[in-house]
């Protein structure tokens, strides 16, 4: 019986530091047999404390991934690219013609105001959302 090779997912926004960090996580932690999975943004703006934090909550530890900038090879190695803001979302270049564009418009819950409490409560509304899209994403995939 042979092995099928895993679906090579990239997850873009703008400065990897939250929505696409927390996206690698989810997909890695729910889909690791059948998914390579990276995350990049178009900037790096380094790993968001309260992201890492809203993870591991749910048992997913994302403080080991890096903050990236998206490389030609990223793109190349990609089956499936999905942005997960509106900014990366324009500014994806253009992807190779097998490569599939999914486009997530997630809240950015680094743009939160309020109490400490209102603001960990949009983290975990963002990593809810996440989760729900990848194993959406994951069904949809076979």
Partial sequence: MS????????????GNSCRSQMAEGCLRAIGAERFTVQSAGIEAHGKNTRAVAA?????????????KILSDAMLE????????CGHADEQCPVLPPDTKKVHWPLSDP???????????????STRDEVERRVRGFINDCG
Avoid: H, W, Y
């Avoid at 190695?77 to 997960?84: K, L």
């Fill in 55 to 67: 993870m591991k909550e749910v048992g997913v530890d994302i403080s080991g991934q890096e903050s």
């Fill in 110 to 124: 680094a743009k939160a105001t309020g109490t400490d409490e209102e603001i960990v409560l949009a983290f975990r």
């Fill in 77 to 84: 190695q990609a089956d499936t690219v999905v942005t997960v």
């Fill in 3 to 14: 092995k099928i090779d895993p679906v090579n997912v990239l997850f873009l926004c703008t």
